[in-house]
């Protein structure tokens, strides 16, 4: 379909301009992002966050809580962590990806990153 090879390009651009830097914290420092595992809740107004990437105060927080709900024995917390910072390096790396595909496309970038044999995104799914 159109939205998957979409899809599929920014991933691919992604990962292009990954290359550049030599991992993931090399891309945030180099763009001058601060990156920090927070203990504050995760669950705002019902609302469930695992990241938040504010360009504007250069911040990016992952929240612990978020990493508790998600792991389990397949999923071991360092794995869930890559995940998560992945997914929020791609929206640094490829902020003109179009609103319906940034978040597939997080996730899926993120799932190529890790060499995750699942799509996170589906990890949401299973919590309701």
């Known amino acids: 379909s159109e939205g998957f090879q979409q899809i599929q390009g920014w991933v691919e651009a992604a990962c292009q301009k990954l290359a550049d830097y030599g991992s993931l914290e090399d891309c945030l420092e180099r763009s001058g992002i601060h990156w920090q595992i927070s203990q504050s809740p995760h669950v705002v107004a019902g609302v469930r966050m695992r990241a938040q990437l504010d360009l504007n105060s250069r911040r990016l927080t992952i929240y612990a809580g978020a990493l508790d709900e998600l792991q389990t024995e397949h999923r071991p917390r360092k794995i869930l962590e890559r995940v998560i910072l992945s997914h929020e390096v791609f929206h640094l790396l490829c902020p003109q990806c179009p609103a319906p595909y940034q978040e597939a496309s997080a ?13 996170p995104g589906s990890w949401d799914l299973n919590l309701e």
């Open 107 to 119: 996730h899926w970038f993120a799932a190529v990153v890790t060499d995750l044999a699942e799509f």
